[in-house]
């Protein structure tokens, strides 16, 4: 009888220390590391303060952090920054696109396999838009266009091949039967530079996030032809089509989330699993996205590894087709 107890109590204490205090088994002891690939004052760089702020001011999570810039290598330096710390918790770095196209390009750069996913904070889709007086009307209109000639039509993008505007634009009109291999585009630094150039008539067609035109739509010096979501946006982009609605099945986000070292144990990311989940509920967090006319869609760990490889298995394949990876 008594070995019966001392086992049924042995299950029960098993029970629940698998369950309800699994998330306490691990927390920081010390001070915690976000790290961003990219300078202060930069999108991801306001991404991992805003999230700093809500988890010391919100959430109530008392651990010190500091926000860790390690610029260079289209991030990849943050990764092999984070990646020194193998096993620890105490690290965790903003995770964008280029984290599963890099490697693809570039030789030693850190696999997204090597890191370990801990959430997926949200996307941020892409605007396509001309010249108010362009004689592009929509995003149908340049498909016509570019399925007769190719050529025909000049893009600005920012701020890479390869990059989120690149492949928001290649993955729409592949979808739509034009060759993506003869397109004319001419890669620029930034949003402002591609602003000026179509505002400017030097390029026809600019794809750059949607946040970054919504002054130029509403002074009426842009028109927007489509927008790279799943369906509209709000505000100025409230009357701008998506892809699908004209007819072509593409939907690309340019999304942000968060990885740790390789290594990390299931203790350490049930912590953050409940840390991250805890700040996509915030009505701070969820609004803030929303004005930048960011989607908040959250993901926990084991998520955001599904949708990291299925990202990898459709970029591959169009970078392949660029010629831009073997």
Request: cysteine-free.
């Amino acid at each position: 009888m008594n070995r019966f107890a001392t086992g049924l109590t042995f299950v029960i204490f098993a029970t629940l220390t698998g369950s309800g205090t699994w998330a306490q088994a691990w927390k920081p002891t010390r001070n915690v590391e976000i790290i961003v690939g990219s300078a202060a004052g930069g999108g991801a760089d306001l991404t991992a303060r805003l999230m700093q702020r809500i988890m010391r001011e919100k959430l109530g999570l008392d651990f010190p952090s500091t926000v860790v810039n390690k610029t260079g290598g289209g991030s990849s330096l943050s990764y092999v920054f984070l990646n020194q710390h193998p096993g620890d918790a105490h690290y965790i770095a903003l995770s964008l696109q280029p984290m599963i196209t890099g490697p693809m390009m570039i030789a030693g750069q850190i696999p997204y396999t090597d890191m370990t996913p801990l959430a997926h904070l949200f996307n941020e889709y892409v605007g396509f838009a001309v010249r108010a007086d362009s004689s592009i009307k929509s995003g149908r209109d340049l498909v016509e266009r570019l399925r007769k000639d190719p050529g025909a039509v000049s893009f600005s993008l920012s701020t890479a091949l390869a990059g989120s505007n690149h492949l928001a634009t290649v993955l729409a009109l592949k979808s739509a039967g034009v060759d993506i291999k003869k397109l004319r585009v001419v890669v620029v630094a930034g949003a402002n530079e591609s602003i000026a150039g179509v505002m400017g008539g030097h390029v026809d067609v600019m794809a750059t996030s949607a946040a970054s035109q919504i002054a130029h739509i509403q002074g009426g010096k842009l028109r927007g032809i489509a927008v790279s979501g799943p369906r509209r946006l709000g505000g100025a982009f409230a009357e701008v089509p998506t892809w699908k609605e004209q007819g072509m099945d593409s939907v690309y986000a340019n999304w942000r989330g968060v990885v740790g070292p390789k290594g990390m144990n299931a203790a350490q990311i049930a912590y953050w699993d409940d840390a991250f989940s805890r700040l996509a509920q915030t009505p701070e967090w969820r609004n803030e996205a929303l004005r930048l006319l960011q989607d908040p869609v959250y993901m926990n760990s084991q998520e955001t590894r599904r949708f990291l490889d299925a990202q990898h298995q459709e970029l591959r394949a169009v970078l392949v087709e660029l010629g831009l990876a073997k």
